[in-house]
């Protein structure tokens, strides 16, 4: 591999111009395709293979035109002190506003009267009207939206009023903290390279790349069905390894042009050798997140691999892009003081960098480092314990907000179970006696434990199929609600035997535990495939068992003791004013997998980018302790400049809108620095410096099997030297194999 590397890095340069107008013309090409596609829907939500999605399809067939995925709303009214909503002069205000609201928008379908459908409180101070929508939350106009804010917006002769639901639920926002995490990233750059030119390439290319996924992802957006949160966590993976993946290609090039290599030699090696790395950590990043559709949730799936798309570009632009505007911009990549003392032939002080520091200090006392490493992750972990997963609903949000309050008067007024009702489906078209069939399931709701209110069934025009809504006495993300929610699963077997009718449970609080209890089933099989493939392919690259080992098993000790932050900062609140946390909840169903799978590919990265040069020192005869200081004097600053661009980067979505890109945000974020400083850059080199020769052992019958990619590039420099001197290979000390 390291071969053809070389070559394509050499062609790059060679031929720039080329290059340089392919990539121009595929983001021209993308950014047209985005900006010419029709204006994406709402994407759907479905979890295939689960009870309450079962329930919900059945009830778009059974049910036509009742807008079962439509947007919805609770218009809450709370009397004034002292009075009634039902008082003359409340009920008609009350009856006036939703009959204003059924005239003011076509894409409205129902708005129930209160007072008509048992909407008001056992104590007469509150009423609520149901209004539904033909059309998702994301497809209302800004006139049906004014139209249903100006009844909160009008005067009520004293009522409160608050809106609830999905209906005012506003298009994710970002904010500036985007554009500070680049920023911050450019500073480091400038630092690490000392060149604003050398500095610029990489936010140059990433920029590139970025582009082009996301403006791929919104012209596919129609027809593909994906969400806006996609583009965004695209964008914000994209943007991460875009820029680390060409600081270790500018990085090489910088060093053998030190070497006195010419551009093109230099641009050829620099992509033959940490161009391999590129490959492989890239490698691992879409292994992780393509591995997400094993979860078999379409919504992850397609986040996942439109983030995978999004790496695959960031890699082959690392591997010609790079070298091809590296030709252009030629020993300016240097720094002006570098550069003469390049062309003076300046002597470089021979004093130890802070990664050859710190390496000897880690050889020094390695046993403490890891315990320390070891105890310290495992401290910041123990939150995991108490990890509530749920899925976003007007109890999350802040204080403030209509959809709180209208969420805390509901509850208040109507009980707790009130906002979590559980929409029960009785599928009666095989049963003889549908009503009675209906009845027997009315009869044995009442007659569960934990249930409030059980309302009157719901027939379909055919008459063969039924929904009975059932209040719980608990809140929508307790255990008691989650036991109900099983109980009536369990009565289904029974009723269904004695009448021909089947018993479905859907409706939003058991879609989320339907959604939880799939995500907990698919992690380890998830977890076994990723590792699994990863552990291969390391066990590849390092000709090693121990190394990929000690890799995945970092890994695990990271991502945890990020999931423990996640926890601590998210659902407990420690620290949320620091990090915009306005309300504590528990943490959105779907983000732990789909972190705990992009964390395994970054953390890949930077197992890939400092083992490889430890390898490689290893490889040519050096001692076991001598090639981890070789690997962190060449390696270290620049796997500590990716870490904080990263770290940069994902803190910068902290600022978002979107609850989930805002925990993915943080939960990278926090992830990457564990992994980057405890594990990497403290764990790792002490593990091999206790390991010594062993860590590189791999048993003669596998070194046989696998196949030599050569991603140190020992063999790329045998010929190289081989070209230059013909008879130096006879000289040349046997390097280990």
Do not use: C
């Amino acid at each position: 591999m390291a071969t053809f590397l070389y070559k394509l890095g050499k062609f790059a340069l060679r031929r720039r111009h080329l290059v340089a107008l392919i990539w121009v013309a595929l983001l021209a090409l993308a950014g047209f395709g985005a900006a010419s596609a029709p204006t994406a829907a709402s994407s759907s939500f479905s979890v295939p293979g689960t009870e309450a999605q079962k329930a919900f399809d059945l009830l778009d067939q059974r049910f036509p035109g009742s807008s079962a995925d439509g947007a919805t709303a609770r218009v809450v009214f709370k009397a004034p002190d002292g009075e009634k909503i039902t008082d003359s002069a409340n009920k008609a205000a009350v009856t006036k506003t939703i009959a204003g609201l059924k005239s003011g928008s076509n894409q409205l379908a129902s708005a129930t009267n209160p007072f008509a459908a048992k909407g008001v409180s056992k104590d007469g101070t509150t009423a609520y009207s149901s209004v539904k929508y033909k059309v998702m939350s994301m497809e209302l106009t800004d006139a049906t939206r004014d139209s249903l804010k100006g009844v909160q917006a009008e005067g009520h002769k004293g009522l409160t009023v608050e809106i609830g639901g999905d209906a005012l639920q506003a298009p994710p926002e970002t904010g500036p903290s985007e554009i500070i995490g680049v920023l911050v990233a450019a500073i480091v750059l400038v630092i690490t390279f000392g060149s604003l030119l050398a500095a610029g390439l990489p936010l140059l290319t990433a920029i590139i790349g970025v582009g082009i996924g996301v403006s791929s992802i919104a012209a596919l957006a129609g027809a593909l069905d994906l969400s806006t949160t996609t583009s965004t966590l695209a964008m914000m993976i994209g943007l991460a390894v875009g820029i680390d993946y060409a600081l270790f290609i500018v990085s090489r090039y910088r060093a053998e042009l030190a070497e006195g290599h010419e551009r093109e030699e230099a641009a050829g090696r620099a992509v033959g050798t940490a161009g391999s790395a590129v490959v492989f950590a890239g490698l691992s990043v879409v292994i992780a997140l393509v591995g997400l559709s094993v979860v078999n949730i379409p919504m992850l799936t397609k986040m996942g691999i439109a983030a995978a798309g999004t790496v695959a570009i960031a890699v082959l632009i690392a591997l010609t892009l790079i070298p091809a505007l590296l030709g252009y911009v030629g020993k300016r990549v240097h720094g002006r003081k570098a550069r003469k003392g390049l062309e003076s032939h300046e002597v470089i002080s021979a004093k130890p960098n802070r990664g050859t520091r710190w390496a000897k200090f880690v050889l020094r006392r390695p046993v403490w480092l890891l315990l320390a490493g070891v105890v310290g992750l495992g401290t910041a972990a123990v939150p995991v314990a108490s990890l509530k997963m749920g899925m976003p609903d007007g109890g999350w949000q802040p204080p403030h907000t209509t959809q709180r309050k209208a969420y805390d008067t509901l509850s208040d007024a109507f009980g707790p179970g009130f906002n979590g009702p559980l929409v029960t489906v009785v599928d009666a078209r095989k049963s003889q006696d549908a009503k009675g069939a209906v009845a027997r399931v009315e009869k044995e709701m009442h007659a569960l434990h934990g249930v409030a209110v059980v309302t009157q069934a719901a027939f379909n025009k055919s008459g063969d199929t039924a929904t009975i809504t059932v209040i719980p006495k608990s809140k929508p993300s307790s255990a008691e609600t989650e036991d109900l929610v099983h109980a009536i699963r369990d009565e289904s077997g029974a009723i269904k035997a004695d009448t021909g009718a089947e018993v479905l449970v859907t409706g939003a609080t058991a879609m989320n535990i339907d959604v939880s209890q799939k995500l907990n089933d698919a992690l380890i099989p998830y977890l076994t495939l990723v590792v699994g493939l990863a552990f291969l392919l390391l066990m590849v690259v390092f000709r090693s068992v121990l190394v990929p080992l000690k890799a995945a098993l970092g890994f695990l000790l990271s991502v945890v003791a990020a999931l423990g932050a996640v926890v601590a900062v998210y659902q407990w609140g420690w620290l949320g004013s620091l990090f915009g946390v306005e309300q504590t909840g528990p943490i959105m169903s779907m983000m732990p997998i789909f972190m705990v799978g992009v964390v395994f590919g970054l953390a890949m990265d930077y197992e890939v980018f400092l083992v490889t040069r430890m390898r490689e020192a290893y490889v040519h005869g050096e001692q076991p302790a001598d090639a981890i200081v070789t690997g962190f004097r060449h390696g270290a600053r620049v796997v500590t400049a990716a870490a904080v661009i990263m770290i940069a980067v994902f803190s910068g979505f902290i600022g978002s809108s979107e609850q989930m890109v805002k925990m993915i945000g943080f939960g990278l974020a926090i992830a990457v620095f564990f992994d980057a400083f405890v594990v990497r850059m403290t764990l790792v080199p002490a593990v091999l410096a206790l390991l010594g020769n062993r860590a590189w052992w791999l048993p003669k019958w596998l070194d046989r099997m696998l196949p030599n990619v050569d991603v140190e590039g020992d063999r790329l420099r045998k010929q190289l030297a081989a070209q230059q001197d013909p008879h130096s290979e006879k000289d040349r000390e046997p390097a280990r194999t």
